[in-house]
């Protein structure tokens, strides 16, 4: 069965700072993955997604993630912390093919310090 | 201009009420998701759709009915509705199923409150 683990709850990080945060997956063939992100009171965003090619995928709002095959690891990072960042993010993994479906992390909440 | 719109935003009932929840989307994508994010912001799929066929249960309660009358729409029924039913309900859209070639697009959640 496929899995996602985001091993840390919650992060604090002052504005201007680096980020990372972890994601471990579990999946028994070549995975999509993904990093979504949630403001509070609205819908999940997508930031970046990964299948194939190069290991290391940019998005949108200046975040990249890098895949490790051999870590099962996609983690996400952006060089410099905005307050605007403050919000809830999700890892998540699924497969293709007409039922597959993405299962979703528990998520990481990051605050962003002034 | 709103992509996915789902209705209403809130929804506080008592135990043992019948509710619904409505989607749209004007993507014109061919698949709908339903997902349930509970109190500690743990997100799962319930159902999904494409072109108006079920693809997914996610083996919820038969007390939820999906009912997708056209592309656009993806409803939610609850009968008889318990305090475990508590939780923000999501609905989603993407071109392709399962939301791996194409990304998914989320409304923006329907907060249930059953007391």
């Known amino acids: 069965a496929q899995s996602v683990t985001q091993p840390d709850i919650h992060i604090t990080v002052s504005e201007g700072a680096s980020l990372e945060l972890r994601c471990n997956y579990s999946?028994?063939?070549?995975?999509?993955l993904f990093w979504y992100v949630q403001s509070p009171g609205q819908g999940l965003q997508l930031l970046l997604k990964?299948?194939?090619?190069?290991?290391l995928v940019q998005g949108i709002k200046g975040f990249e993630a890098e895949f490790k095959r051999s870590q099962s690891s996609f983690n996400l990072r952006k060089p410099s912390v905005h307050w605007s960042d403050a919000a809830e993010y999700f890892c998540?993994?699924?497969?293709?093919?007409?039922?597959?479906?993405?299962?979703f992390g528990t998520g990481t909440r990051l605050q962003v310090t002034l | 201009d709103t992509a996915v719109s789902q209705t209403p935003k809130y929804l506080v009932t008592q135990m043992g009420n019948d509710k619904s929840i409505k989607c749209e989307q004007n993507?014109?994508?061919?698949?709908m998701y339903w997902y349930k994010q509970d109190s500690k912001k743990f997100l799962k799929i319930m159902f999904s759709?494409?072109?108006?066929?079920?693809?997914i249960n996610e083996t919820v309660p038969n007390r939820f009915s999906p009912k997708s009358p056209d592309k656009a729409h993806l409803n939610l029924h609850i009968n008889s509705l318990e305090l475990g039913d508590s939780a923000v309900y999501f609905c989603?859209?993407?071109?392709?199923?399962?939301?791996?070639?194409?990304?998914?697009?989320f409304g923006n959640g329907t907060r249930l409150t059953v007391t």
């Open positions: 993507l014109g994508h061919d698949t």
């Open positions: 759709y494409n072109n108006k066929e079920l693809i």
């Open positions: 998540a993994v699924g497969g293709t093919g007409t039922a597959s479906k993405l299962t």
């Open positions: 990964y299948f194939s090619g190069d290991t």
């Open positions: 989603a859209s993407s071109q392709d199923p399962g939301g791996s070639n194409s990304p998914l697009h």
């Open positions: 999946y028994g063939a070549t995975p999509y």
